[in-house]
């Protein structure tokens, strides 16, 4: 690596490193301010006070805290830092909660250390820079205090002043070295501290018991279908089939002529009744996905949907049978709400898989303004996706085009 080039990269890390000393300088006040509450309002309690301004204590400590993790965030976008979900109810919980502790252990650390580190991270550049610049103003000053900040060398003459631009020229080059580790140092114990414990197992609970329901009324939702589906078709059918046979068998006692239009009647029933469960039968699950691919299932909707539709499917290998169901159950939902809805002229249909997740986006020029509150079906795709612990989008403007993107975990 060129020098030139060495010597840009230590000066961008002394810089990030300043601006980070700084920032955390203006934490360390406010951790060094809600130190001293802390410990007035524990010396409070031995008299029972404290226990009236312990919570308003924990919230102000939790406050600045939060800034500190937006701070540190920011500083390092890849490595974001988990937030407690709340604070405890009860005194006596926050004093058994681990993220709490760790958050007053901060409060001490960084109201004493870090506060003496953003000193230094300041003090060190702006003493080198008023050492560099001292030949410009040291004749102004008094005998007595015309010297470096180490005192190393009073300046009688210009050979003196000079002397001390050099140890502001030495200081500038330690403070380009130690500021980036001060800085390092800074964050480390703030990471290490703020970076609740169990925020993460906390929301995933939150998310997995929304799951967890989405899939029951996802669950229950089919089995309706699937009910409704077999009582008003196939059942129906196969009742007339009945009917049928019974008025054939009379006409048969009977040697009625119309013996065979009734048997024809019959057949015609049957063969609807089974075709209605053979539709049945697929929308559980689609024979097509276990003889072949999602992506021909997927083309064989196109080819079926009444508004030209084309697919772009990018798919390598197989996902889990109940992502491919779920993936196909969306896309046929919703080329369903185009063909019924849009008053679309075409629609296109895209499916890829990036590492552990597969992506489904069905887009219309139809005219847009689709509401999943209006009954069509969406809210429906919306749970059997969440059911997946998927994702759900659906952007569709009045006027159009309309967007529905589905990411499915297919791990």
Known sequence: MPVARKLGVIARNALDGLEHLVGGLGTAVLAFAAMFGVLITAAAC??????????????????????????LSRWRPDEDLASPVRLPDSLIQAVRDRDVLRELAWVGCHGSAGFVLGLMGLALPLGAVRDIVFPLYWRLLPESEATGQLSLWTAHDWA????????????????????????RLQERYGRKLLDAEYADLHLRIAELTATRAAALDAHTAELRRIERSLHDGTQNRLVAVNVLLGAARRALARNSPNVDDVLVRAQDATEQALAELRAVVRSILPPVLIERSLPDALSALAAACPVPCMVDAQLDGRCATSVEATAYFVVAETLTNVAKHSQARSAVVQLFRHRTRLFVTIRDDGRGGADEREGSG?????????????EFTLNSPPGGPTTVRVTLPCG
Do not use: K, N, Y
């Open 46 to 71: 031995v008299i029972g006070v404290g226990l009236l301004i312990a919570p308003f204590t924990l919230r102000v400590v939790r406050a600045i805290t939060q800034r500190e993790r937006s701070r």
């Open 160 to 183: 003196g002043a000079f002397a001390v631009t050099g140890e502001g020229l030495v200081f500038l080059v330690l403070s380009a070295l130690l500021i980036p580790g001060m800085a």
């Open 378 to 390: 969406i809210d429906g795709i919306r749970r059997r996706v969440e059911a997946h612990d998927g």
